[in-house]
């Protein structure tokens, strides 16, 4: 597994890159955002770790600017600041995770481990059907009446979750927890403003509408 480490504090980027080398990671270091997005678009990894405070470039800048060029590879987001606004903020962008410094590195590889579990289980060899909707997990693609879906990663995540319970209705923290590993009530609309562009991209062009609100409760996705 391939981790590119985006941090600008030389000893904190030596300690992590050592522990994850040790945890059997093969990790590379960048020591600013510039350098960070110029070395995340040139190269494959499985997972990115990004500082937000970062010089020439925070750590917002290059999530928003991978998940505009549709890179899809995970993202752990590290930051001093312990604001629920600035921690949904990083999900809203596209971030899959984030820990507030400081933390325990055993609570980073922890967190490490959770993200690349979730992006790994929609990666399993699977085609999922339902209606003209259809899924290849495998491929991480999606279409619908045979056109494609430009889906970012937690798009597709969360079609795939909605997918596989068509027909039940799953609640805004039952999504928190599985596209963001959230095991804790959430009060801010992240999860309704996902819902929203996926619904932009699956629903809006297409007469048959799929992904159904249940007032007070959550959403579901019209089973056959």
């Not at 960048?30 to 470039?57: H, N, Q, W, Y």
């Not at 959770?114 to 899924?135: K, M, N, T």
Request: aromatic share 6%; glycine share 6%; proline share 3%.
């Amino acid at each position: 597994m391939r981790i590119l480490l985006i941090e600008d504090e030389k000893k904190t980027a030596a300690y992590l890159a050592k522990g994850l080398g040790e945890a059997g990671f093969q990790a590379t270091t960048a020591g600013d955002g510039d350098t960070g997005l110029e070395v995340a678009l040139s190269r494959s990894f499985d997972l990115l770790i990004v500082d937000v405070m970062l010089p020439k470039r925070d750590g917002w800048s290059i999530v928003s600017t991978l998940k505009r060029k549709e890179i899809r590879t995970p993202i752990l987001l590290l930051t001093a600041r312990d604001s629920v606004r600035d921690r949904v903020k990083g999900l809203e962008l596209g971030a899959d995770d984030y820990l507030v410094k400081p933390f325990a590195f055993s609570e980073l590889l922890a967190r490490v481990r959770s993200v690349l579990r979730r992006s790994q289980s929609v990666q399993s060899p699977e085609q999922l059907r339902i209606h003209d909707l259809e899924i290849d997990t495998r491929r991480h693609k999606a279409c619908r009446a045979g056109a494609p879906l430009n889906l970012t990663s937690k798009e597709f995540l969360l079609l795939a979750y909605l997918v596989r319970n068509a027909g039940e209705v799953v609640s805004r923290n039952e999504i928190a927890n599985q596209i963001w590993d959230i095991n804790f009530p959430i009060n801010t609309n992240v999860v309704d403003v996902m819902v929203r562009r996926l619904r932009a991209k699956v629903d809006d062009p297409f007469k048959d509408k799929l992904v159904r609100t249940i007032r007070g409760v959550g959403y579901v996705l019209k089973s056959d």
